[in-house]
């Protein structure tokens, strides 16, 4: 009997570890939705720096006794600018926002503010993005759900426009606010 060759066993069994692993993410819960460890938590902090030209942001907002939305966001980023009208909507709607700015340049994020509207109660510079490590952060935007006293209920990554926003984050921010 011929004797058989460890290397001829191999591929298939590298290829049914793959096909093993796709199907299990296939069958998750909901294989889009980004996790966040914050759910549950108390939120981190906000930047010392502000944006200059604007009210900073500070941890009282974070924890105001009412629902507040924590939205990073860069003037270099196109989805953040299509979700801006969202932001203003927001604001006009007396909903609390926090802007945090991140990996920007103060000067481009302050004009963008100052041409397009500034939709937040406060906004941190953010720089370098310590402060988006903190809260998990991978690209802009991302805006998280807050309770009155500083709880991460919800997280959404990316901007605050079409039918996801309208199935997701608007179902979240109206349980949040008990409507």
């Known amino acids: 009997m011929p004797k058989l060759n460890p290397l ?9 570890g793959f096909v093993a692993l796709a199907a299990v993410g296939m069958y ?16 981190p902090g906000v930047p010392e720096k502000s944006l200059p030209g604007f009210d900073p942001a500070t941890p009282e907002m974070l924890a105001s006794g009412q629902v507040t939305i924590v939205n990073f966001w860069a003037s270099w980023c196109p989805p953040c600018r299509a979700e801006h009208p969202k932001l203003l909507e927001m604001q006009a709607r007396g909903i609390p926002v926090v802007g ?36 998990g952060v991978t690209a802009p935007p991302e805006t998280f759900i807050l309770s009155g006293d500083g709880t991460v209920l919800f997280r959404y990554a990316g901007p605050l426009i079409g039918s996801d926003y309208e199935q997701r984050f608007v179902p979240a921010l109206r349980a949040a606010r008990g409507q």
Do not use: C, H
């Open 100 to 135: 945090i700015n991140f990996k920007d340049a103060e000067g481009t994020a302050t004009k963008y503010l100052t041409d397009d509207g500034n939709p937040f109660i406060g906004v941190g510079f953010d720089p370098r993005g310590r402060t988006a490590i903190d809260w």
């Open 28 to 43: 998750r819960d909901d294989p889009d939705a980004l996790p966040s460890t914050l759910i549950g938590q108390q939120s």
């Open 8 to 16: 001829m066993i191999a591929p298939p069994l590298i290829f049914a």
